[in-house]
């Protein structure tokens, strides 16, 4: 996976994200995931501070997760996320937390998220503007 994000969110290293070995828990590195592609989609517009979480409109159907080295209390971290592709109904979204100083990768990982409309209960299509959004952050093709 390429290194190269256009979006980080900085992220500090909590001791009560720690497991008892001294390194952040495997479940942990979902969860800072998770917070990037939240502030993701809000520094893209896609979706408001004031805004329900119904709203966001979009829900993970499937995540895949590589570990590569420990992180530690203390490492300077960041979490990369990029759009990489956009269905009919879905978008596949990478990420990685790395070394905000170094660039050493920790862990990365791929997520599928299905676009959702809460109040009628079912799929959605990927709103236009979320496309357009998405393609002009990205600066590149993300449809396919």
């Known amino acids: 996976m390429n290194n190269d994000f256009r ?11 720690l497991d008892p070995q001294g390194h952040l828990n495997n ?3 979902l969860t800072y995931f998770e917070q990037a592609r939240v502030q993701y989609v809000v520094n893209l517009g896609m979706f408001g501070k004031d805004q329900s979480f119904m709203e966001i409109g979009f829900i993970v159907a499937d995540i895949h997760i590589t570990y590569h080295a420990p992180v530690h ?16 109904k879905s978008m596949v979204m ?16 791929t997520v599928i998220a299905v676009t959702y409309d ?19 952050f990205e600066g590149r093709k993300v449809e396919g």
């Open 118 to 136: 809460y109040a009628a209960k079912q799929t959605m299509s990927v709103p236009q503007e979320w496309r357009e959004k998405i393609t002009n």
């Open 7 to 17: 979006f980080y969110h900085p992220t500090e290293v909590r001791y009560g994200d």
């Open 94 to 109: 990478e990420q990685a937390i790395v070394n905000s100083e170094t660039g050493e990768v920790y862990s990365s990982g």
């Open 27 to 29: 479940a942990k590195h």
């Open 73 to 88: 209390w203390g490492d300077p971290i960041k979490v990369g996320v990029r759009t990489s592709k956009i269905g009919n």
